[in-house]
């Protein structure tokens, strides 16, 4: 079963527009981290974000904020007042230890944001 | 500056060889992981690696193998039972096994074509 769930494959906006990215995953564990990546076209991931399981506050970073929902194990991403630069590859993802007691992460598929000027 | 090495950016294979991917870092972390990256299927797990001498298959281990002799390095090997090699191929370490506590580090990646 897929761990993570990024349900919106492409989004195209126009420069300027807010973009929000869902993120639904699935856990057994109670201890848990979720995070955010950025891939533009270079191929390497940019770390954007961790958050664990016990810190349910919001987050802002200048134009990035994240939701975190543990009621609806959903942990969104919003780019506002988005720019050309923001165009690349999003992934969420979701470490967790399970049966192995080894932290893993497992990926999302993706969405593929693209901001036209 | 610390991080994470791979070499070759770009790797070309013929069809039956098998090839290795390398993997280094210099960040003293304990833990270290392969992951391919196919188009609209995200980041899947090969194989990772918690201590020296020590490693687990992840979610798409066949067809490949690896070693982990020293901490500083994971080498991944794409062997010929790979049927389906080409694919962009991402390494990456953490600083210990009980936790991201500090999130992951990731290399800039392979791109493996069979050729």
């Known amino acids: 079963a897929q761990k993570v769930t990024q349900a919106q494959t492409e989004i195209s906006v126009v420069e300027k527009e807010d973009v929000t990215l869902d993120c639904v995953y699935e856990t057994r564990d109670t201890t848990y981290y979720l995070f955010w990546y950025k891939q533009p076209p270079s191929g390497e991931l940019v770390f954007l974000i961790r958050?664990?399981?016990?810190?349910?506050q919001n987050e802002i970073s200048g134009r990035y904020s994240w939701n975190f929902q543990k009621s609806t194990s959903s942990f969104n991403f919003t780019i506002t007042a988005s720019q050309v630069v923001d165009s690349a590859v999003y992934f969420c993802a979701l470490s967790e230890a399970g049966l192995s007691n080894d932290y893993k992460l497992s990926f999302g598929a993706g969405t593929t944001v693209t901001v036209r000027a | 500056d610390g991080g994470i090495t791979q070499s070759p950016k770009y790797l070309f294979r013929k069809e039956g060889q098998n090839v290795t991917l390398s993997c280094e870092q210099n960040?003293?972390?304990?833990?270290m992981y392969w992951y391919r990256q196919d188009p609209g299927q995200g980041l899947r797990l090969i194989y990772y690696?918690?201590?020296?001498?020590?490693?687990q298959k992840g979610d798409i281990a066949e067809g490949y193998s690896v070693s982990r002799e020293k901490k500083e390095s994971f080498p991944l090997t794409v062997t010929s039972a790979q049927k389906n090699p080409t694919a962009f191929y991402l390494c990456a370490s953490s600083i210990a096994r009980t936790g991201p506590i500090r999130g992951y580090t990731f290399g800039s990646g392979t791109r493996l074509t069979v050729v």
């Open positions: 960040l003293n972390h304990d833990a």
């Open positions: 690696s918690q201590i020296v001498n020590d490693f």
């Open positions: 958050r664990n399981s016990f810190d349910e």
